[in-house]
């Protein structure tokens, strides 16, 4: 075991998964000479060629556009969006053929490419540096998608992305990026798809969360240790999710809150909530209650902080159902 | 149709180096003229050099450096009318200082704050745009607008070298070429995008080349040479009101600082390059042209510093003194006809961070 931040997990997660395919690639803006402006892909274009860590055109679209044909010509893409808000251009070709191409061709042809980008605010950045887009990614048929919170899941999950015969996207949370350390396995280490984590065990309320908002889970699970005992299950895989995770979670104790950081009309916790509806209710003692972010353009930073799920607000959400 | 020759691809210029290259003269620019662009030069130097320091005294946040990336804003600007309108990138975030926008402003924009952010019509300057190459279309839409309404206005877009790889760039481009939109394509080349050198960017010999494909004419200019960028500027502005369309003008500088302050180009630029180009600033050409024909003092430099200096200090210290924003602030402007839970959200949020 390594200790590590959650940057440098993945950044290790890419060493270990360019040894071990020769047709693992990674493209991107300023990934090669740079390193990534994260430092995520630091060292790989030295040590792996220009070829398989490539510095590409400013043009997100491009990138994983190309990608496709990459795919076609055998390569494992794995493609970098600098920013959350700067991977739109890559919807696109994400929803016109990315998600589609393998289903047209009968399944015949696989597109094992990843798309992976920093995601979320609490940064202070300008404008268009916050943004917590995985809805977008999530509605897309024919793409998988995984967000982990810790160091050593930000690198399994990367591995499983990377191996997946399917495409998949992986948001990673940048505020954690650095401020978050943690153990991780050295060599080859993979979380695979579709498995939710439980955090923390409890009884009186669950915390179901993903990505920067699992650590502010716990935070609350903190703040109300004194009241209940709290449940904080992390989804880990959006799409395909651990349905019977979730379910489970919730029946152990009845009470769910959900939190997401993206805007809340349509956004992942409505689908979890969904779900809880659909196949939790007689589990339940008290409807199930989501903390997200507001309907509104994510707001300059001096406001930020306003705007971000809170400990306060899911400490509050928590009581409330506990009073219900 | 006109005939679209081939771009131009020798760097045009105007100041001379004091030795064996002459100095030219730009036809129609008085002395006072002269001394305007200086003063507007020195203003955005002025508003560089202090942004950098507010920023490491933790009193802006990330800030976008556009040391030596004046002259290209001043010149271009200085050859519009006021009914002209500016598309930035963040690279010309203060671009509206040439515009008696308050320092304030810009200011307050990078530190996050609502007071950054301005109502395009006061100043017919757009939003800073972050999300690169996407603001072409824009200003694309807007000339053509004034166009259809038979208004003489028309618009700049600036975008860097990097921006000309993305697809909103081209269809915008080929938007106002097809429009015969009273466009002009301003791009800034400086030769990097964050770490990405040009050679990685394009293949094509120059970034004028471009305008070939959109059937405009391409010019390039030496980006340091505030006289060639108005001269181009001019010329770009003349074809556009004579309805002739777009111009698309190369202006060739270097980035002889980080990206940003979140940059370190230690890694991936030659440190000994960027002081040889450091050599050849524009700010510096330029005093040294003026200071040739005799037309810049000492005196005169420092007058223009200090004033310069006491706006920034007076921006600096409107922008500290804006109390800090109310939440409420959050839920306004997104929409003219909030919904309710607009209020619901609010109230919520009040009662929790109240107790
Ligand atoms: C659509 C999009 N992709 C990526 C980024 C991240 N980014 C910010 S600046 C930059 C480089 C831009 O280079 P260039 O167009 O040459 O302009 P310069 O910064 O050199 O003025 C990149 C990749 C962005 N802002 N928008
Ligand atoms: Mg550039």
Request: glycine residues 8%.
């Amino acid at each position: 075991m390594a200790e590590l931040t959650l940057v440098e997990a993945i950044n290790d997660a890419f060493h270990v998964e360019l040894e071990r395919d020769p047709d693992v690639m990674v493209m991107g803006e300023d990934v090669g000479r740079a390193g990534g402006v994260f430092r995520a892909t630091a060292g790989l274009r030295d040590r792996f060629g220009p070829d398989r860590c490539v510095d590409t055109p400013l043009a997100e679209a491009g990138i994983l556009g190309s990608a496709v044909g990459l795919c076609m010509a055998g390569w494992r893409p794995v493609c970098e969006m600098q920013y959350d808000a700067f991977s739109y251009p890559c919807l696109d070709q994400l929803i016109t053929h990315v998600g589609r191409y393998r289903w047209r061709t009968g399944g015949a042809m696989e597109f094992p490419l990843v798309v992976r980008m920093p995601y979320g605010g609490g940064v202070r950045a300008p404008e268009l540096h916050d943004d917590s887009p995985e809805a977008y990614y999530v509605h897309t048929p024919g793409v998988k998608v995984a967000i982990p919170s810790t160091p050593a899941d930000a690198k399994g999950l990367l591995a499983a992305a990377i191996r997946d015969p399917d495409p998949v996207v992986v948001l990673e949370p940048k505020l954690h990026y650095r401020t978050l350390r943690g153990e991780v396995p050295e060599g080859e280490h993979v979380v695979p798809l579709g498995e939710a984590r439980t955090v923390r065990e409890g009884t009186d309320v669950t915390l179901v969360a993903y990505g920067a908002m699992v650590p502010l889970a716990e935070a609350a699970a903190d703040a109300l240790d004194d009241e209940v005992s709290t449940e904080v299950l992390d989804i880990r895989t959006l799409k395909p999710l651990d349905e019977a995770a979730l379910l489970a979670a919730a029946a152990k104790t009845g009470r769910v809150v959900i939190i997401q950081e993206a805007p809340r009309t349509a956004g992942y916790g409505a689908e979890l909530a969904a779900i809880l509806a659909e196949k939790a209710m007689l589990d339940l003692r008290a409807p199930v209650v989501r903390v997200t972010g507001y309907d509104v353009p994510y707001p300059y930073w001096q406001i930020e902080d306003a705007y971000m799920p809170s400990v306060e607000r899911v400490v509050d959400a928590a009581r409330r159902l506990l009073e219900f | 149709m006109a005939q679209v020759l081939p771009a131009e691809r020798d760097l045009r210029r105007v100041i001379g180096d004091g030795e064996g290259v002459p100095d030219g003269e730009v036809e129609g620019l008085s002395e006072d003229d002269l001394l305007e662009l200086h003063r507007r030069l020195v203003q955005l130097r002025t508003y560089d050099e202090r942004s950098l320091v507010y920023h490491r005294q933790g009193r802006i946040g990330t800030y976008a450096i556009f040391w030596n990336h004046e002259a290209m804003q001043a010149g271009s600007v200085y050859a519009l009318e006021r009914e002209d309108w500016i598309f930035p990138s963040y690279r010309e975030s203060a671009i509206g200082l040439l515009r008696g926008m308050p320092a304030s402003t810009v200011l307050s924009w990078w530190r996050g704050h609502p007071t950054g952010w301005w109502n395009p019509a006061d100043w017919n300057v757009a939003s800073i745009c972050v999300p690169i190459g996407t603001h072409v279309p824009h200003a694309a839409g807007l000339a053509w607008g004034k166009k259809l309404r038979g208004e003489s206005a028309c618009a700049v877009a600036y975008f860097g070298d990097g921006a000309t790889s993305e697809g909103a760039f081209h269809e915008g481009a080929n938007f106002a070429a097809v429009m015969r939109a009273p466009l002009i394509l301003f791009c800034n080349n400086n030769q990097w995008a964050i770490s990405t050198p040009l050679e990685a960017q394009t293949a094509a010999e120059t970034l004028a080349d471009k305008a070939v494909g959109y059937g405009i004419p391409g010019v390039r200019v030496d980006g340091a040479d505030v006289l060639a960028v108005y001269e181009a500027t001019r010329e770009a502005v003349t074809r556009a009101r004579a309805g002739d369309g777009p111009t698309f003008i190369e202006a060739v500088t270097y980035r002889a600082a980080p990206h940003a302050t979140a940059d370190d180009p230690s890694a991936y630029i030659d440190p000994a390059r960027v002081e040889e180009e450091k050599e050849r600033e524009c700010l510096g050409r330029y005093e040294a042209y003026l200071r040739r024909l005799g037309l810049l003092s000492d005196e005169a430099a420092e007058a223009v510093r200090a004033e310069a200096l006491e706006r920034m200090r007076e921006g600096i210290a409107q922008a500290e003194a804006e109390p800090a924003p109310d939440p409420a602030l959050l839920f306004s402007h997104a929409l003219a006809s909030p919904p309710a839970s607009f209020d619901q959200d609010l109230a919520e949020l009040r009662r929790v961070l109240g107790g």
